[in-house]
Nanobody, 129 residues
C-alpha cells in the first residue's frame, strides 16, 4: 500500500478553480484503486472519483463529473483532482486513498466508491460566497 501526501487545498470564492495533488508510490498506481474523497464535520466521508490500475475512471455522479477531473502523472506518482466552478457545498477536507479493490459499484449512472483502506492526511478546501 502507498503513503499519500495531499496538497493544493486553500480558501477560494465560489466559481473559482483549484487543483489538488496527491503524491503516492508507483506500487499504488500499478496495483490498486486510487481515489479522491471528501469529508465535512459531522458527515460521513464521501467518494468523489476513482481510477483503477488500468486507468479506468469513475465519478460518483454527473455533477461531479461535469466539474471535477481526476488524472494521474505516472512520472511523478501523482494523483490530481482539478476542481472547476467550485460551490460552497464543496467545502470539505479532501483525501486521496488507495485500496486493492474492488474500486467502485456503479448503477444507473451513479457510482459508490468502496471503503478504501490507505489514506492521506487530507487537505482543506474552503469555498465562500
Amino acid at each position: 500500500q502507498g503513503q499519500w501526501v495531499e496538497s493544493g487545498g486553500e480558501s477560494v470564492q465560489d466559481g473559482r478553480s483549484l487543483r489538488l495533488s496527491c503524491v503516492g508510490s508507483e506500487l499504488s498506481f500499478n496495483s490498486f484503486c486510487v481515489g479522491w474523497f471528501r469529508q465535512t464535520p459531522g458527515k460521513q466521508r464521501e467518494g468523489i472519483a476513482a481510477m483503477n490500475k488500468n486507468g479506468l475512471i469513475r465519478y460518483v455522479n454527473d455533477d461531479i463529473k461535469g466539474r471535477f477531473t481526476i488524472s494521474r502523472d505516472r512520472a511523478k506518482n501523482t494523483l490530481n483532482l482539478q476542481m472547476n466552478n467550485l460551490k460552497t457545498e464543496d467545502t470539505a477536507m479532501y483525501y486521496c486513498a488507495s485500496d486493492p479493490g474492488p474500486c467502485w459499484d456503479c448503477k444507473n449512472g451513479n457510482c459508490r466508491l468502496y471503503n478504501y483502506k490507505d489514506w492521506g492526511q487530507g487537505t482543506q478546501v474552503t469555498v465562500s460566497s
